[in-house]
């Protein structure tokens, strides 16, 4: 089974609560569960990481392997540049990986890897 990432929109009031609630559980000695996800506290937040092109490339990343980031950009017609830096945010937001590998001439390169098969977005009302 694909493992899934969670998306939560929380108002910020609401994100500074389960802050003020970790760190009185960890002032007083009790263990702090670290909680996967990826949190935000608006819906155009949200949408501004994934971006069409962005979730382009996390299915390409799932679905093709490729072997390399110019491979990737290659085979989604995309320019190596723009790639790099959508790479980069999705990759700083814990969604992608980057790992290095050999190319033919021991040639470093690197190459991208999907954490996660599905994203779920939850919306606190």
Do not use: C, H, W
């Not at 996967?36 to 608006?42: D, H, L, N, R």
């Amino acid at each position: 089974m694909a493992k899934t990432l969670t998306i939560q929109i929380k108002s910020g009031g609401e994100a500074l609560e389960g802050f003020r609630e970790a760190f009185k559980a960890y002032e007083t000695g009790r263990r702090v569960s670290r909680r996967e996800g990826v949190y935000f506290t608006s819906i155009e937040a949200a949408r501004n990481l994934l971006t069409r092109n962005r979730l382009a490339l996390l299915r390409a990343i799932r679905t093709r392997r490729p072997g390399s980031i110019y491979e990737l950009a290659k085979a989604l017609k995309r320019d190596l540049k723009n790639v790099q830096e959508d790479l980069r945010i999705l990759e700083k937001y814990g969604l992608v990986r980057m790992t290095e590998g050999r190319r033919a001439g021991k040639r470093r390169v690197k190459v991208p890897e999907a954490l996660f098969g599905e994203n779920a977005v939850k919306i606190t009302i």
